[in-house]
């Protein structure tokens, strides 16, 4: 494994405002409707401290029934602008005790939001290229949340 740090951003627009899409990150019974990048992913909130500092943890029943677990801390939280927070999963996952941090923009356009996620500090390309479908689902879904919000 390289000693180099890797990080990408995934945007999308959502047809919501900035308050609207802000509030479903800060919301734990929210999350569970779409926190994951998959209808068969499913998430369980073990933890939800939501405040500079805060710690949550998250458990995710995969496809095949495994389960994942990620944890982390809440590094920035400036509503309804900016998230940020520490991503670390727990063994047996592949990427288990590896800190990383993701950057979450939320930019207000025409009532609309457009939702930028940075995730740095990932050990590799193929870490990169996991985290990236992974962020880019999780988006697919906040976005059909909101589908029918607005003509």
């Avoid at 047809?15 to 609207?20: D, K, L, S």
């Avoid at 909130?45 to 496809?63: A, Q, S, W």
């Amino acid at each position: 494994m390289s000693s180099k740090s890797h990080s990408f951003k995934v945007k999308q627009m959502i047809n919501a405002t900035r308050t609207v899409v802000y509030n479903a990150y800060s919301d734990p019974e929210a999350l569970k409707n779409w926190f994951s990048p998959s209808l068969e992913i499913q998430i369980e909130i073990l933890k939800f401290n939501f405040e500079p500092g805060g710690d949550f943890r998250f458990r995710y029943t995969m496809e095949d029934g495994s389960k994942l677990v990620v944890g982390g801390c809440y590094t920035n939280i400036d509503p309804p602008c900016q998230l940020a927070f520490t991503w670390i999963w727990e063994e047996p996952d592949q990427h288990a005790g590896i800190p990383t941090l993701v950057v979450i923009q939320f930019n207000e356009e025409n009532g609309k939001t457009n939702v930028t996620i940075e995730h740095k500090h990932l050990p590799s390309l193929e870490a990169c290229l996991r985290h990236k479908a992974g962020w880019q689902g999780t988006l697919g879904r906040l976005k059909s949340l909101f589908n029918d919000t607005k003509p």
